[in-house]
């Protein structure tokens, strides 16, 4: 008998053994996604239809306004002028990040307003911003 024979073993070499290994860690953390998703949760102001604030045009009246984005959060009078805010601080829909039970990552929060300046019971101005994703 000879041992001068190539040695063969049956263990995966380390190249075809990736696939394998992400598969078991995208298990791993998808429970802990899971535990970590948070709902849509408003820090300031109020829901509103912000991605409807395209449909408010100059010269519409304030209740074609209010059908359109419902009541405004803020409403301030000068000098014959109106302005109606709508607005909503909020943390949007995600999956926060854990390590060993801590948030070590969650998403930041975003600002959706609109802006409507009124006069003589008319639309004269709308100015509208969204910093991110809406949900």
Known sequence: MSLT??????????RSSWPIRLVILWCVMLPSCALA????????????????????????????VRSVLGDPVEITERDGVTTWRYFEKFHPRACS????????????????????????????????????ARR
Not at 9 to 14: C, E, K, L, R
Request: aromatic share 2%; net charge negative.
């Open 37 to 64: 998703l948070q709902g849509h949760s408003t820090i300031e102001g109020k829901p509103f239809p912000s991605h409807r604030a395209g449909e408010v045009t100059k010269g519409q009246t304030a209740e074609q």
């Open 97 to 132: 990040t854990l390590l060993f039970g801590m948030t070590i990552s969650s998403p930041q929060p975003q600002l959706v307003e609109a802006i409507v300046t009124i006069r003589d019971g008319l639309v004269q101005d709308v100015t509208a911003h969204d910093s991110g």
């Open 5 to 14: 024979g190539s040695l063969r073993t049956n263990a995966p070499s380390s």
